[in-house]
């Protein structure tokens, strides 16, 4: 992997994470040594990030990155296609939640940057692993997005209306 794609899926981690994560843990994520976390932490702070180091690990002081919260509804069929379809088009899919109407919000971290993250997640859920969350409210659930600029969630909001993804407000 090169630098520039280890460093902007660094940054996609560190900005979808509540908790710090440690340089070891991000270097297992990513496939390389703590010592070139350590290296592209500091290059990533050097460009503008105000990523703290503290003793349980890296944590981004503010995002970066824009967000928006979408409500989607599809079949376990197009799940692949949905979340590709916000990847393409530049997005981060932080997470998935639900609102159950006797248990409240029910949310799972997702963090999806690439189509081999998506490919991985959804050939887990094909392999009966478990089910999608969104199959306990009838297909309906949230994504919370991420993206560089509002410009490109707007055109990832636009697609998502186009496929027929975005439930319509009431």
């Known amino acids: 992997m090169k630098a520039q794609e280890r460093r902007k899926q660094l940054t996609a981690i560190l900005s979808t994470s509540k908790e710090p994560v440690s340089g070891s ?5 990513l496939n390389c040594s703590r010592q070139i976390i350590v290296s592209d932490i500091a290059m990533l702070k050097a460009s503008g990030l105000d990523i703290l180091a503290t003793n349980r690990g890296y944590i ?23 979340l590709t379809l916000i990847v393409k088009h530049g997005g981060i899919v932080a997470d998935v939640y639900v609102w159950h109407k006797v248990y409240g919000k029910i949310k799972a971290e997702l963090n999806l940057f690439s189509i081999s993250g998506i490919k991985k997640y959804t050939g887990e859920i094909k392999s009966g692993k478990s089910t999608e969350l969104m199959h306990i409210t009838s297909g309906y ?8 600029s509002e410009e490109v969630l707007d055109k990832i909001e636009e697609e998502l209306k186009k496929d027929g993804y975005i439930v319509p407000e009431i």
Request: glycine share 2%; proline share 3%.
């Open 25 to 29: 843990c991000l270097g297992e994520k």
């Open 60 to 82: 981004i002081n503010k995002s970066p990155l824009s967000e928006r919260v979408f409500k989607v509804r599809h079949t376990s069929e197009q799940t692949e296609d949905e």
């Open 141 to 148: 659930h949230y994504h919370t997005v991420r993206a560089d």
